[in-house]
């Protein structure tokens, strides 16, 4: 394990790297984003002292999923393939913590989820009445049916997702 440290605005790591590493914020904040530099830029959250980042792709073997951007001055503990049992090992409660920190990700998630399905199922109910269906509806329809697909347009066309994913994946294991 190594200890790094980040100025503001330094990119940690970009959506579409392969992950071999993880890391355990410190000191500071990491922004997470997907689109990031682009027009269409959106930060999902913003991490802090205490958080783990990066654990997806360490995890399942799988490209980043968003660019991680230091928010301010930073020092992050790298923690390796190699090094994350024994990480865990010798602190049992960080492995408690970082699957607390995932299962809070996928409740705010399972609540966009929800949220996306409200939309969808009052559309579906105005479909016959269009005189029913209110202007705010239509828009965060749109709004939400813009923001999937770009997520979905962004993860789809970095090289790394469609090639040499199957090749990096099995070399890995």
Known sequence: M?????????????????AECMYDIVSGSVGIFVGYGTENETRLTV????NFLGEMGLIEAYPRSA???????????????????EYFKGQ??????????????????????????????????????PEKRSRSLLE?????????????????STPEMNAGFYNYYVNRH
């Open 47 to 50: 991490l802090k002292a205490g």
């Open 92 to 129: 049992p409660a960080r492995l408690l913590e970082i699957m607390s920190q995932l299962s809070e990700r996928l409740r705010d998630r399972t609540e966009d989820y929800e949220g996306a399905c409200v939309v969808l199922d009052n559309l579906k109910a105005t479909q016959k009445a």
């Open 2 to 18: 190594s200890m790094l440290t980040f100025q503001k605005d330094d990119v940690i790591f970009k959506q579409g790297d392969f």
């Open 67 to 85: 660019t991680a951007v230091a928010m301010e001055a930073t020092e992050l503990r790298e923690i390796g393939e190699k090094e994350f049992g």
């Open 140 to 156: 965060r329809a749109k709004a939400l049916a813009a923001f999937y697909n770009e997520v979905m347009a962004q993860a789809a």
